[in-house]
C-alpha cells in the first residue's frame, strides 16, 4: 500500500517556475517508479515525465521535454518536478503516480496539486 502526497502546486505568472514534490508514504522503504501525469480542465489525463528507482531512468513527454525536469531523492522517499519556463498551456492538475510503465499510470494516485499559469 503506498499513499502519494504531492504539493508545491500554486499560480505563477508565465516565465516562471514551480517545483512539485510527491512523497510516498508506506510501509516499506522501497523506492517506485514515479511518474508525473496531468489533466487540464476538459482534456483526458495524460502522461508528463517518469523516473526510474535509482534516478537514473528518466522520460518525458516531448510537450514538457527540455522545460520540466524530474528528480529523486530516496533518503526522502520523494520525487521531485521542477517546471521553468512556464506557459499557459502547463496549466492543468498535476498527479503523482507509482507503479506505472512507460508512458501508462500505474496503480497508486496522489490527490494532485493544481498548477495555474496566468498571462
Known amino acids: 500500500q503506498v499513499q502519494l502526497v504531492e504539493s508545491g502546486g500554486g499560480l505563477v505568472q508565465v516565465g516562471g517556475s514551480l517545483k512539485l514534490s510527491c512523497q510516498a508514504i508506506?510501509?516499506?522503504?522501497?523506492?517506485?517508479?514515479v511518474g508525473w501525469f496531468r489533466q487540464a480542465p476538459g482534456s483526458e489525463r495524460e502522461f508528463v515525465a517518469r523516473i526510474g528507482w535509482s534516478g537514473i531512468s528518466k522520460y518525458y513527454s516531448n510537450a514538457v521535454k527540455g522545460r520540466f525536469t524530474i528528480s529523486r531523492d530516496n533518503a526522502k522517499n520523494t520525487v521531485y518536478l521542477q517546471m521553468n519556463s512556464l506557459i499557459p498551456e502547463i496549466t492543468a492538475v498535476y498527479y503523482c503516480n507509482a507503479d506505472g510503465q512507460g508512458t501508462a499510470p500505474g496503480y497508486y494516485w496522489g490527490q494532485g496539486t493544481q498548477v495555474t499559469v496566468s498571462s
Open positions: 508506506e510501509r516499506t522503504s522501497s523506492p517506485h517508479i
